[in-house]
């Protein structure tokens, strides 16, 4: 099973910074923000945003159009609810909104509990919520470091879902001494809670983390192979029952209810990293795409967006090469699959001619279909999608 696909910006538990991970904008090119958030740092947030708005503005001389927000990554649900409508004020200033603009906040289900505060991020902009449940299991919870209690997780998507138009939420399975049958059980029951999107990840062992240092010590008990593979499979056929379609590896929604955030994301779209620390991408007008690095110190970071207007650290140009092997693993995550249109259009190369020698191996072995349309993984591709990978040499 593949892990989560990448994570755009990290918190800063030092100074507790606050984030706002993604904004996508589009316009004759769709785009997308990202934004890390410091309370204290408001005023360097608005100034660095629209340093960067008015910057993009003149490149593609046109309009920008917001079709996405995500506010997330941290624990942004703690902020102040007025931090969301400053943000929203400025990024309207200079891009329009879609009539159907998707507004997502991140938030851990303790900080759900008061409707209040959620009534309050409602006004300013907010229409969905992604909620950090990760199990309902309260030895778990404990066992991952959590602070919520299964009860709190059930009352906030409760409470969310009679506020607002779409609530995903976030678990992780194959945890430590996990089965199964135990699985199984456990996602029925969050199922059975009506919800309209799901993202499941596998948990994975960082280094230097708690998890680390057990497994290191004998002492960590993770699913095997087999029973990873189990636990995928059963995700899949579950949610189906329940009415949520996988349309990603880790993720499963209603019809209405898709990511347009995380689906703008894997296409490949730009997207503006604001804040310390965070990560954005941009294609230029001649198609060149470049990654730029905010300072990740919040201190240097604000001296530098008083001085200069923003805080770039790096703005590294990506080889076409790298560029394409990612749009084809994401891609390749999504149950479409890869657009034959799309990408030729995009990178002026035949999409046979990358997959070359292997296409014709690939699919009598079951892995992908290759039609008219594209090229996607078969379920059964979608299990070993980094083995395809690894078949596939982008020059």
């Not at 970071?301 to 200069?308: A, C, G, P, T």
């Amino acid at each position: 099973m593949v892990d989560r696909p990448l994570q755009i910006v990290e918190i800063d538990t030092e100074t507790k910074a606050f984030i706002l991970q993604e904004i996508s904008i589009g316009g004759v090119d769709l785009c997308a923000l990202a934004i890390l958030f410091a309370d204290m740092s408001i005023l360097c947030l608005t100034s660095e945003l629209e340093h960067f708005m008015k910057e993009k503005s003149t490149e593609k001389a046109g309009d920008l159009s917001v079709v996405s927000v995500y506010f997330g990554g941290g624990t942004p649900s703690l902020a102040r609810p007025k931090m969301v409508g400053d943000i929203l004020s400025t990024v309207k200033r200079h891009a329009n909104m879609t009539s159907d603009v998707e507004i997502t906040l991140e938030a851990n289900p303790k900080d759900c509990l008061t409707s209040h505060s959620l009534e309050d991020f409602k006004t300013e902009g907010i229409n969905r919520v992604s909620l950090g449940v990760q199990s309902i299991i309260d030895d778990d919870l404990k066992h991952l470091g959590r602070f919520h209690s299964s009860q709190e997780s059930r009352e906030a998507i409760d409470t969310c879902q009679k506020l607002f138009d779409s609530v995903s939420v976030d678990l992780i399975c194959g945890r430590h001494q996990q089965k199964p049958s135990q699985w199984r059980e456990e996602l029925r029951q969050v199922l059975d809670l009506h919800c309209d999107h799901l993202s499941i990840y596998n948990l994975t062992i960082e280094k230097g983390t708690k998890y680390d240092r057990m497994k290191q010590e004998g002492k960590l008990s993770l699913p095997d192979e087999n029973e990873s593979l189990e636990m995928y499979r059963d995700s899949r056929s579950i949610c189906q029952e329940f009415g949520l379609k996988q349309y990603e590896v880790s993720s499963y929604g209603r019809d209405g209810h898709r990511s347009k955030h995380n689906l703008h994301y894997w296409k490949g779209g730009s997207y503006i990293g604001i804040g310390p620390g965070a990560c954005g991408r941009w294609i230029d007008t001649s198609g060149e795409v470049y990654e730029m690095k905010q300072m990740k110190h919040p201190t240097q970071w604000m001296k530098s967006v008083e001085s200069i207007g923003h805080g770039t650290q790096d703005r590294i140009r990506l080889e076409p090469s790298e560029i394409i092997q990612e749009y084809i693993l994401f891609n390749m995550r999504k149950v479409e699959g890869i657009k034959r249109r799309e990408f030729e259009e995009r990178f002026k190369r035949e999409l046979k001619d990358v997959f070359g020698v292997m296409t014709e191996a690939m699919r009598e072995e079951g892995l992908i279909v290759v039609d008219e349309e594209g090229v996607r993984a078969t379920d059964r591709g979608r299990e070993v999608l980094d083995a395809i990978m690894d078949r596939i040499k982008i020059s």
